[in-house]
């Protein structure tokens, strides 16, 4: 074993740090002993000493020469020999395949020599120069940077002046006349002729291989998937076998099991005398693998045994390369093959029922992100679309509609049976109904924690934010796309709450079986995605036996909570309480902030405290034996307040025509003394709660009354009181007393006993960082990680989305916004201080997390470790919650 250089005998699958993933499946399937042309690997540790020295290690050269007699030992060939060449193919391969990167160069040891000798050998002078034809062009492009589309423009005027339309179809002479014309243009293009010398030709190949790694694509490519920087790539060298030597030769790629769906059967795609490049590129049309059968029936049966020994040895769906030359069978490749989310949940409940792998095994091959794309409605993938934009894609889905620009038109619309699309610049409040009736929500501002994407998560409805691109124009009723095109109010858009597209015109939909499943549907027969449910389902029990972590829902109505149970959640975590105070109640709310003196003030909360009762009440009985946490009021009052200048102006026209209205003045009068220029960071929260007590005192009441009435109903109601925004021990402890002291005065009006435990929000930086003292006056904590992302970075979570993220995200400052995904080292790390102070003043303290980031999968393994006790996410979520809360589990017991 040389110290650079592994042979394909040497290595094994385990090595993809030392041989790449190429490089140690190639030597796994030369130890099974299957047909693997002979080769070896150049390590990443010298490609890693090359990176840092500048220059190959020393003994590199050495090793090279002696591995290529080797090669050319067993073959009985030289590398480029006269009479018989040996000929190689360079390959790059790192551990993670990676874009960006130089990949292939084939025909290595042909010169203008050895090509007669090929030519003799293969009794065919044109095969020999394709060959060299093909070295030229891809030495060109990939070693010496060379434009490959010049190579191409000499192709298609050679075949033009040929008049054919295939490559094979070129004639020797045509083929020669091509060869001089490369040469020329490698002279024009790089002021270098081709080398002559095949060991040249190879030590240059796998230096620009070993260079590739730093391409600024790559480096991008790095950054945004988090790949080392230091990892280095290997090299394959391996020994060319032909599938373009005439009709009893070709190239293939097949897989062990259909990518698409996950099913058995025979599934890939062979192209008749053609190199491998061909197959993908597209130049001729492949057949059907079966088709094989008839052609070359052993060849065909041979490489069905040897992807069930693949299958078998590797456990799982695997990629297969391979290329007949003259009728006998080679392997190029094979990995652990690409598959589509619904074909992951398959093959991992298929493999478990067969005994192949264990259940373990089924649940951490499958991910919350692929669950997440099965339990939404999909565009048809292989339907036409025209895009008009991209913005944020904020809640996943597919959705097709008739744009709406405000509120009351998306439900007079849907209320005809019409398919509705709410498109605004951004969402307030008062676009709930809008919001509930539409099949969609896009808007031009806002990121994916704005109102509109927490809502329509929320719903399960999808979303689309921040389209900057948009511009709606309300008198006109019209949106303005930059770069000219106008959509008229009424007109059908498509949107895709994955990845942000905004398509024109009507795409063709997919519904999910798996929602139809979990909402209770019992009709799903196997060719509709029964067997999808199945596997499905599998895969979610086993996470539920194994998961520590519990799975609670963000839900603020009745109907959210029963969905929100259907999808398994263990209670609520979140139930928001601001938007039961809109529509008819805003009045109420108005009241109570225009009332002048505590008898006024009182008034309105008594006609609000009924209400509040009712909707806690329902929440509770749709819950009934499971916890509730209640969090008290959190946004500023001048939110349920009417908007500043469109007041002003109603109030400056009702002067003029001389009908003034004294109410609008004094609301007009309240709406100038709420306002403020960071509301944000201004009255909300627990400072509301200090400053207006009432309106705490009445949410208690409402909770607990609820409670009572559904003891007294024979239920089992669980409600927890929260206090948002909390910076200090002294608010928490000033209004804990106030709650505690009206639990006590409703429980004793209605005779009853109940442990409402009272526990508060950590979503400042300061409640983080003296958790410990915040603790002796909490119950439990839930962490508020948007406020808490929001106030750690300073970013404004409704504004730097849309703003600048894009410019962020293209620059690498980040892999994926802080607000999706948390970011560990800064707030988890304050979540982390959170933990400790904590548990060190309380160690029983319970504790969870309720921003967006608890349905987000990663942020979900960053909880586990740090020993919180539940996630909490919108109902739609929870599913997603479920099983990568038991994929946590299992991570945290290997990394032990
Ligand atoms: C949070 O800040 O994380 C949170 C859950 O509260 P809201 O999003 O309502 O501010
Ligand atoms: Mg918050």
Redesign the pocket.
């Given at each position: 074993m040389g110290e650079w250089i592994r042979d394909f005998t040497e290595g094994n699958m385990l090595q993809k740090d030392l041989l790449g993933g190429k490089g140690a499946n190639l030597a796994e399937m030369t130890s099974l002993g299957l047909p693997v042309p002979p080769g070896f690997t150049i390590t990443t540790e010298a490609c890693r000493a090359f990176l840092t020295e500048g220059e190959l290690p020393d003994g590199l050269l050495e090793e090279l020469t002696e591995a290529i007699g080797r090669l050319e030992a067993a073959m009985g060939r030289g590398l480029g020999d006269r009479d018989d060449p040996l000929l190689v193919s360079v390959r790059s391969g790192a551990k993670f395949s990676m874009p960006g990167m130089m990949e292939t160069v084939l025909n290595i040891g042909l010169n203008d020599r050895s090509v007669e000798g090929l030519a003799r050998t293969s009794s065919s002078d044109r095969f020999a120069l394709d060959c060299y034809r093909r070295l030229m062009q891809m030495y060109g492009s990939t070693v010496l940077g060379m434009d490959s589309d010049a190579f191409a423009a000499e192709l298609d005027a050679a075949k033009s002046q040929a008049g054919v339309a295939a490559d094979v179809d070129l004639d020797s002479d045509s083929l020669r006349g091509l060869l001089s014309a490369y040469e020329r243009l490698t002279l024009e293009h790089s002021g270098t002729v081709f080398p002559q010398d095949p060991q040249a030709q190879l030590v240059a190949a796998v230096l620009a291989v070993f260079s590739s790694w730093n391409t600024e694509r790559a480096r991008l490519y790095r950054r945004r998937e988090r790949i080392p920087e230091d990892l280095g790539t290997a090299v394959n060298v391996q020994v060319m076998v032909y599938g373009n030597r005439g009709t009893s030769s070709g190239s293939g790629v097949c897989f062990t099991r259909d990518p698409a769906t996950g099913r058995r059967g025979v599934y890939g795609d062979y192209l008749e005398n053609a190199q491998g490049e061909d197959v993908v590129s597209g130049i001729r049309n492949t057949i059907p693998l079966t088709e094989l059968g008839a052609i070359d029936k052993p060849s065909y049966d041979e490489l069905i045994e040897v992807m069930a020994t693949l299958e078998n040895h590797y456990r799982d769906l695997c990629d297969i390369e391979f290329t007949v030359e003259e009728g006998r069978l080679w392997i190029l490749q094979t990995r652990v093959g690409k598959r589509t989310p619904e074909a992951a949940f398959r093959l991992a409940h298929a493999m478990a029922k067969e005994g192949m792998i264990d259940a373990d095994e089924a649940l951490r091959r499958v991910t919350g992100a692929q669950l997440a794309l099965v339990m939404f409605p999909r565009f048809d993938p292989d339907s036409q679309r025209s895009l008009l934009t991209t913005g944020i894609g904020a809640s996943p889905g597919a959705a097709v509609g008739r744009i709406a620009l405000d509120s009351a038109t998306a439900a007079a619309w849907a209320a005809e049976g019409e398919s509705v699309i709410l498109l605004r610049k951004e969402t307030t409040p008062d676009d709930l109904p809008g919001m509930v009736a539409a099949h969609g929500v896009l808007t031009s501002r806002g990121g994916k924690?704005s109102h509109a994407a927490?809502v329509a998560r929320g719903m399960g409805r999808t979303c689309v934010c921040g389209a900057e691109a948009l511009e709606v124009d309300l008198a006109e009723r019209h949106v303005l796309v930059r770069g000219g095109e106008v959509l008229a109010e009424g007109q059908v858009i498509s949107i895709d709450g994955s990845t942000g597209e905004v398509f024109a015109g009507s795409v063709p939909v997919t519904d999910s079986v798996v929602v139809r499943h979990l909402e209770g549907a019992d009709d799903i027969g196997a060719e509709s995605g029964g067997d999808l449910v199945e596997a499905v389902g599998f895969v979610l029990d086993h996470a539920d036996d194994v998961r520590r972590l519990g799975v609670r829902a963000n839900a603020d109505t009745a109907d959210d909570a029963a969905r929100a149970r259907r999808f398994g959640a263990a209670g609520i975590g979140?139930c928001?309480t601001e938007h039961m105070f809109l529509g008819e109640r805003r009045e109420l709310v108005e009241r109570l902030i225009l009332a002048e003196g505590a008898a006024e003030q009182e008034a309105a909360l008594a006609r609000l405290l009924p209400l509040q009762r009712a909707d806690f009440t329902e929440i509770l009985e749709a819950m009934d034996g499971l916890p509730v946490t209640i969090r008290l009021i959190?946004p500023p009052l001048h939110e349920f307040l009417p908007d500043q200048t469109d007041l002003a102006v109603q109030v400056a026209l009702e002067d003029d025509r001389g009908q003034e209205d004294l109410r609008n003045h004094q609301l007009l009068e309240a709406v100038r003394r709420l306002h403020e220029q960071n509301p944000m960071l201004g009255l909300r929260g627990v400072r509301l709660g200090i400053v207006v007590p009432g309106l705490f005192a009445m949410q208690t009441r409402a909770v607990v009354e609820a409670a009572a009435d559904r003891l007294a109903a024979g239920g089992d109601p669980r409600p927890e009181i929260m206090i948002p925004l909390v910076a200090t021990v002294n608010e928490l402890a000033l209004v804990r007393s106030g709650v505690e002291s009206v639990v006590a005065s409703v429980l004793e009006e209605r005779g009853v006993h109940l442990a409402v435990p009272v526990g508060t929000m950590i979503?400042v930086p300061r409640a983080a960082v003296t958790a410990g003292q915040i603790a002796e006056a909490a119950d439990f904590f839930s962490f508020?990680?948007?406020?808490?992302t929001q106030m750690t970075w300073g970013f404004s979570r409704d504004d730097v989305e849309a703003a600048f993220f894009s410019a962020y995200l293209e620059q690498g400052v980040f892999p994926v916004s802080p607000f999706e995904s948390l970011d560990v080292e800064g707030v988890g790390s304050l979540v982390e201080t959170a933990m400790r102070g904590g548990r060190e003043a309380k160690p029983d303290l319970h504790a969870g997390v309720?921003?967006e980031h608890g349905g987000d999968p990663d942020s979900i393994h960053f909880f586990d470790q740090v020993g919180l006790d539940y996630v909490s996410c919108s109902p739609f979520r929870v599913p997603v919650a479920r099983l990568e809360s038991g994929r946590a589990t299992l991570a945290h017991r290997s990394s032990q």
């Open positions: 924690t927490v979140l928001r959190d979503e508020g990680t948007n406020d808490l309720c921003g």
